[in-house]
């Protein structure tokens, strides 16, 4: 499995380590699954954590090593109802070859999450979500 992961997934690792989001980065192994995101995404969450919780940046830096850093490209498809804002991120997890691509931004994935015939076969779940799929 390939998962990519969205700004929000690893401000909640970083600020977290003992949540759900940390954990799907602690149990990352290449024959478990492996793991990516985008400066586009990795920025978004250093600039967060840096605002609301920059005694977790020093963690940030540890999960930055766990992680591929992949670029969106403009020209990969994406959900046509997607927000601009969101396109870069699908983008690049599309682009990278993600079997998931795990966020908390219910307002503008929850449409598109867990269903991968819609989404180019990438499948979009909160964390728990992914967490309880592996688990059964």
């Not at 930055?64 to 997607?82: A, G, I, Q």
């Given at each position: 499995?390939?998962?990519?992961?969205?700004?929000?997934?690893?401000?909640?690792?970083?600020?977290?380590?003992?949540?759900?989001?940390?954990?799907?980065?602690d149990l990352s192994?290449?024959?478990?699954?492996?793991?990516?995101?985008?400066?586009?995404?990795?920025?978004?969450?250093?600039?967060?954590?840096?605002?609301?919780?920059?005694?977790?940046?020093?963690?940030?830096?540890?999960?930055?090593?766990?992680?591929?850093?992949?670029?969106?490209?403009?020209?990969?498809?994406?959900?046509?109802?997607?927000?601009?804002?969101?396109?870069?991120?699908?983008?690049?997890?599309?682009?990278?070859?993600a079997s998931h691509?795990?966020?908390?931004?219910?307002?503008?994935?929850?449409?598109?999450?867990?269903?991968?015939?819609?989404?180019?076969?990438?499948?979009?779940?909160?964390?728990?979500?992914?967490?309880?799929?592996?688990?059964?």
């Amino acid at each position: 499995m390939r998962l990519f992961l969205d700004a929000n997934v690893l401000f909640t690792a970083a600020h977290n380590p003992n949540g759900k989001a940390a954990l799907v980065i602690d149990l990352s192994q290449p024959e478990r699954w492996s793991l990516a995101t985008s400066t586009y995404a990795r920025v978004e969450a250093i600039r967060n954590l840096a605002q609301k919780a920059p005694k977790a940046l020093a963690r940030m830096d540890t999960i930055s090593k766990k992680l591929s850093v992949v670029e969106h490209r403009p020209d990969t498809p994406f959900p046509p109802n997607l927000v601009d804002k969101d396109r870069p991120i699908f983008q690049a997890a599309l682009g990278w070859g993600a079997s998931h691509l795990l966020t908390g931004d219910l307002k503008h994935f929850g449409p598109t999450m867990n269903r991968p015939a819609e989404t180019h076969g990438v499948i979009v779940q909160t964390v728990a979500e992914f967490l309880q799929s592996v688990s059964t």
